[in-house]
Structure formats: structure tokens, C-alpha cells
């Protein structure tokens, strides 16, 4: 049902800023992409197989600039690639995880993504990405 790990996400309050400084850590840095539908500019990082999404709010009382202004800048969640994200839903509701989306929603990339609720995983927000 769960798959890989498709990336982690990181609460940021410039890109701008978070970017130069990845690059000038040797990391490879993806063009920025707005997310309208979530009201956030993103871009990634990678290193082989390793992703990070850098997150900025678009919107002064947006889901990122809520998370920063609470705990500052730092991760934000964590994502999983699944093959069916319908049925991954499905299958957490059935065995009790609060699953905040009851559809999924379309993300970078449009890819179709929902979100577990911290609650349910110790803390960790978990993102699921259909592959």
C-alpha cells in the first residue's frame, strides 16, 4: 500500500533565500512552481534520490505561514508514494488514521495527493503521493 519515500517537506519563509543556500551546499535545485490550489511556491532539492520540497506561503494566513509562525521554520511533512491513492485512503480510514482529505487533492506536478492528520502518526504529518 505505502511505498517509497517520495520527498520531505520543509517550511520556508523566502525560497528565494532557502534556495541559494542549498545550491551553495552543492545541492541540485528544481525551478520554483506555484501550487495555487495550496497557496504555496515550491521548489525541490535533490541529491540522488532524496527530495526535499521547500515550501513558502503564498498568503499571510496561509497553511505554511500558520506552521511557521507556531514553530518556526523546519519540516513540515513527510510523503510516501502510493500506486492508488483512493484505496490508500480507503485502507488508513479502515484501520483508524484520520485522514484530513475525504478527496484527494491535485499537487505539484498535478499529481493527486491527501494528507494524514498528525494525530494519527506521533506528531508527523504524512503526505501521500500517487506515483
Known sequence: MIGDLHHVGIAVADLDVALAKYRSMGFAVGSPE??????VRIAFVMEGDTRLELLESLRPDGVIATFIEKRGEGMHHVAFSVPDIRKAMAD???KGFEVIDEEPRRGHGGRLVAFVHPRSLHGVLLELVQA
Not at 34 to 39: H, L
Open 92 to 94: 488508513l480510514r479502515t
Open 34 to 39: 506555484t501550487v495555487e490550489s495550496e497557496g
